[in-house]
């Protein structure tokens, strides 16, 4: 393993633990630094309000030189699940890479890719109902994952914290849809049409101005002169 990636990774590590990103929490596995796993959660008025969305970065024995891969694991209605994202700041634009980015600086530019709505490879189309219904059952999602209860146990506990409050409501109280009744069967659907997203053939780069422009900002901010 390449000492200068794995030093850099530490160092960004470091940083993040005393200058948290907002709303987005990112560690590395404890076995492989070149593999970070991270959670974004949903801001307010947005149709991703309430989500967490699980996520990856694997990162090449070249970085900082080479751009990290970049992998959303959590049904969002914006990106297919376990599929590397083409984004100027992911290895599907190694062009376009600037060594001096993060971390820090490629999952807030996510988010903010997250955020609209242009094309690329590996995004698809979802009504903010979807996405909605989505965010609501994002964290049950996640505790599946082995990776994610050992990485983020506060949202875990977070989870059985939720499940418990319900299960201690009265058995009168419990207003939940039937098995096979419409909201089960939009909930099915919005799982199909994640497993079954229409493919990108183009990686579209409309949006590479901007999302370089806030990174460059951001990187600014997590290192001034």
């Not at 309000?49 to 990290?68: I, M, N, S, V």
């Not at 146990?153 to 207003?175: E, G």
């Amino acid at each position: 393993m390449n000492d200068l990636a794995v030093k850099r990774l530490q160092r960004e590590y470091n940083a993040i633990r005393k200058s948290p990103i907002p709303n987005i929490t990112a560690r590395p596995l404890e076995s492989n630094i070149l593999e970070w796993h991270y959670v974004i959660e949903g801001t307010q008025d947005t149709p991703y309000e309430g989500g967490f969305y699980h996520g990856k970065l694997k990162f090449p024995t070249e970085y900082p030189l080479r751009p990290p891969a970049v992998l959303m694991m959590t049904p969002s209605g914006r990106f297919k699940t376990n599929r590397r994202l083409c984004l100027s700041m992911s290895d599907f634009h190694p062009e376009s890479w600037n060594p001096m980015w993060s971390v820090s600086t490629i999952l807030t530019g996510l988010y903010s890719f997250m955020l609209e709505n242009h094309p690329t490879l590996g995004s698809i189309d979802a009504t903010h109902e979807q996405r909605r219904r989505l965010a609501a059952q994002s964290l049950a999602f996640n505790c599946a994952d082995s990776n994610f209860r050992d990485l983020f146990s506060d949202l875990v506990d977070l989870h059985d914290q939720r499940q418990q409050r319900v299960s201690d409501q009265p058995a009168d109280l419990h207003d939940l849809p039937a098995p096979n009744g419409p909201a089960a069967a939009a909930a099915a659907a919005d799982m199909a049409h994640h497993n079954a997203g229409e493919p990108r053939p183009l990686c579209f780069l409309a949006c590479v101005g901007a999302t370089l422009a806030l990174l460059a900002l951001v990187f600014v901010a997590h290192y001034p002169s």
